[in-house]
């Protein structure tokens, strides 16, 4: 009779030859909100999961767009909420503590490190020197009782190389295009690599640039595609006028923006799909803003005359106008949509060419006057 293979054996002699190795499935355990029940859908197919930690998550677009808010505003807030600690690295040197403590952010020091960096080179340095100490210290711990903590870093698009400084100090700025990129997807590879065992997760802020290709209109992401291939969810962002207030009221001067997100990767649900968020100066992000827009686009609210209806599970109606689906409304459609076996099999019906043309065109025009 054959001997059956001795995997006790090898998983001991593997773990110590190799440091840091991950055995078995990695699947993350701890969500944190994006403050937006639409987007964390889109994110991870749960409306109040989001982001996950032991990935590596990316929100990438044109200055203005909504970024810094998402990702250093309302994500350090959630996080804070769950106990997790926050690195935050402000590599554009632009956070204000008193803006961050206006949208509810803790930053006292056990809540919130701030490091200001702008060198790659120090970043990824500051990163393995965390992982090693952290191996060192909780590395024997079982999972659930070692720290969580999160590096938030805005911005990747704005981290300098050795060679940009060394020509800023001659005078000689001829830029440093051929090594950035491949530093920067060096980056987010090892940092995905690194974070998957622990209970270590990292946001980040991007550029993008006008595309030059005609055939390839879309907004291109700094760091190029190694860099998009590297990274565990891209979200892409795009800013557009804001029309509405929260009330659904037209409005002509500038009180916010209208940010356009489309998940370009994400492997807890489907990608390639939109919602565009309403962000006012003054209020803040809704955490239900464009849920109902998601809700139509699912098929589960249909419009009906000048009225939006959705039938419950126990066959109740609800009609009204779409200024009045209150949050009390839209949290009943998001239990009844989370309590079904398979979210993310929920239908979707044809795109309608004309809305989206009509997107497609705002999208290139873009919004000049809504920084």
């Not at 190795?21 to 964390?40: E, K, R, V, Y």
């Not at 200055?63 to 959630?78: D, L, P």
């Not at 109902?292 to 009609?319: A, C, P, S």
Request: hydrophobic share 35%; glycine share 8%; with cysteine.
């Amino acid at each position: 009779m054959v001997k059956p293979f001795d995997v006790t054996k090898f998983r001991k002699n593997i773990t110590k030859s190799i440091d840091g190795l991950g055995i078995g499935f990695n699947d993350p355990t701890d969500w944190i909100s994006t403050g937006n029940h639409a987007l964390n859908y889109l994110i991870s197919g749960d409306f109040y999961k989001g982001i996950p930690l032991g990935k590596v998550t990316v929100f990438a677009g044109e200055s203005g767009s909504g970024k810094s808010y998402i990702c250093s505003g309302n994500i350090i807030r959630e996080a804070q909420k769950q106990g997790i600690f926050v690195i935050l690295i402000d590599s554009e040197n632009a956070l204000d503590e008193a803006w961050l403590k206006a949208i509810d952010v803790d930053t006292s020091e056990d809540k919130l490190l701030r490091l200001g960096m702008s060198m790659i080179d120090d970043v990824a340095k500051t990163i393995s020197n965390f992982v090693k100490e952290y191996r060192t210290d909780y590395g024997d711990k079982d999972p659930a009782d070692r720290p969580k903590v999160l590096f938030v870093l805005d911005s990747l698009g704005m981290m300098l190389t050795p060679t940009d400084v060394d020509q800023f100090n001659k005078g000689d700025m001829k830029g440093d295009l051929g090594r950035k990129p491949k530093a920067l997807t060096a980056l987010v590879r090892n940092c995905v690599n690194m974070f998957g065992t622990l209970n270590v997760g990292m946001v980040a802020t991007n550029h993008t640039y006008a595309s030059q290709d005609m055939f390839d209109p879309d907004d291109k992401i700094s760091g190029g595609q190694g860099f998009v291939y590297a990274s565990s969810i891209v979200v892409a962002m795009k800013k557009l006028k804001l029309k509405e207030d929260e009330a659904g009221n037209k409005i002509t001067e500038v009180r916010g923006i209208r940010a356009a997100c489309k998940v370009m990767k994400t492997r807890f649900s489907k990608p390639f799909e939109g919602v565009q968020l309403k962000i006012p100066y003054e209020t803040g992000m809704d955490p239900y803003s464009g849920l109902v827009d998601l809700f139509e686009k699912k098929g589960l609210i249909v419009q009906q005359g000048n009225r939006l209806k959705y039938i419950t599970t126990d066959g109740t109606e609800m009609l009204d106008y779409r200024k009045a689906w209150t949050a009390e409304k839209l949290d009943i459609v998001m239990q009844e949509v989370s309590n079904q076996v398979a979210v993310n099999d929920l239908a979707t019906p044809e795109i309608d060419l004309k809305e989206e043309e009509a997107i497609q065109t705002e999208l290139k025009d873009g919004d000049t006057d809504a920084n």
